[in-house]
């Protein structure tokens, strides 16, 4: 089975520019996760949804930012204007089941490397 | 959302069990203990979880303390590739709001 596909693996942009990451998530999968990594936050949690509908959106660091699942099978994640300190590796996450319960457990894709110049 | 503490960084050799500990001194009755690890330049991946039974799979074990307020998952024969960044992570039982919450890890380093 295909994992969670991300695209995306590399972006290179200057300030001011759109950026859309794509991700894919797992077949049957009702949740989707996005997650920011830098070596000075770690993994943070942006915004997730369940059924395609957002449920919590506390992690997204400012409205340049957004995040849409039209449908159960894609998501993206857009910033607009990119920053600088926006350069960071962008991982998406699925998991099996709508709502959730303590033991789901989340498949992650391998990641979008942003850089921001 | 109650928090953990691990070690930064801890060492082992090839082939040897290797220990990485967890402390969870608020969890709550309801939490559940993950352990997800993470690869150089790869997203994380899921190694195991469990609430207060000690659990084994084929990757690891998780030998849970028995007020839950640590942890210790075991690798019994580590090798090169599982060198990796290792979070114990609870699960937040919010009613429907689920998340989870990753700290700054272990970063295992294997010596062959």
């Known amino acids: 089975d295909a994992g969670v596909i991300q695209s995306p693996r590399h972006e290179v942009t200057e300030m001011g520019q759109e950026v859309t990451l794509r991700c894919k998530p797992i077949s049957g999968h009702n949740s989707l996760f996005w997650y920011r990594q830098t070596m000075m936050r770690g993994l943070e949690l942006l915004i997730y949804f369940n059924n395609n509908v957002p449920i919590d959106d506390s992690g997204m660091p400012e409205d340049r930012f957004s995040a849409k699942m039209p449908n159960a099978s894609f998501s993206t994640l857009k910033i607009q204007p990119s920053e600088p300190r926006d350069s960071a590796v962008y991982f998406c996450a699925s998991s099996l089941r709508a709502g959730l319960t303590s033991t789901d457990t989340q498949y992650f894709g391998p990641g979008t490397r942003l850089t921001v110049l | 959302d109650a928090k953990t503490t691990q070690p930064n960084s801890m060492e082992s050799n090839e082939e040897e069990p290797v220990h990485l500990p967890c402390n969870h001194s608020?969890?709550?009755?309801?939490?559940?203990i993950h352990w997800y690890r993470q690869l150089p330049s790869q997203g994380p991946e899921y190694v195991i979880h469990?609430?207060?039974s000690n659990v084994n799979n084929r990757m690891a074990s998780l030998a849970i303390a028995e007020d839950r307020k640590s942890s210790t998952l075991i690798l019994h024969r580590a090798t090169l590739r599982d060198a990796a960044v290792y979070y114990c992570?609870?699960?937040?039982?919010?009613?429907?709001?689920?998340?989870?919450?990753f700290g700054k890890g272990t970063l295992l380093t294997v010596n062959p």
């Open positions: 608020t969890i709550s009755g309801t939490d559940y």
């Open positions: 469990g609430l207060t």
């Open positions: 992570i609870l699960s937040f039982s919010g009613g429907s709001n689920y998340k989870l919450t």
